[in-house]
């Protein structure tokens, strides 16, 4: 299976042209952020909305939040369990988010590391930034849901369609 990180405009770009056959896409937005709005709907998508933060000073670039909306552990078991609902039938994973660096790539990076080992390589490449945070959340409930067992039928959570 093939795992492609990609910003908002380069997801959008793809939409122009259509998906290939077998594309499943995570899609992270900003909380408040309208998501990617898409003509050519990939065969599966999983819709997500929570900052990013990477340190203290992301907490006082905008002084009027008052509150962050970090990923949670739904999230990732939401995102562990579209994953696992669908990669028999996915090709390529699109993972996206508003810059294609930081969420995005820590998606990709967990989805790497759980099933091939590999996770690193997105951690050691410059041009990515991922978020050490969803990162280990995102493998944690991976490896949760392939330890205990993945149920045959995964309900689908919202967002999916």
């Not at 997801?11 to 050519?40: C, H, Q, R, W, Y």
């Not at 028999?88 to 969420?103: A, L, M, N, P, V």
């Amino acid at each position: 299976m093939k795992i492609e990180i990609c910003n908002r405009r380069e997801l959008e770009k793809k939409d122009k042209v259509g998906f290939l056959a077998n594309t499943s896409v995570i899609s992270i937005t900003d909380v408040g952020e309208p998501p990617v709005m898409l003509i050519n709907t990939p065969q599966h998508i999983l819709n997500l909305s929570f900052d990013d933060i990477n340190s203290k000073a992301d907490t006082f670039y905008d002084s009027r939040r008052f509150t962050l909306n970090l990923f949670s552990k739904e999230q990732a078991e939401q995102l562990a369990a579209f994953v696992y609902e669908y990669k028999d039938e996915t090709e390529h994973f699109i993972c996206q988010c508003r810059w294609g660096y930081s969420r995005s790539a820590a998606v990709a990076a967990a989805l790497r590391e759980h099933f091939y080992k590999d996770g690193m390589k997105i951690f050691l490449d410059e041009q990515y930034y991922p978020n050490i945070y969803v990162f280990r959340q995102t493998l944690k409930a991976l490896d949760s849901l392939f330890e205990n067992g993945v149920p045959s039928i995964l309900h689908h959570a919202p967002g999916n369609q």
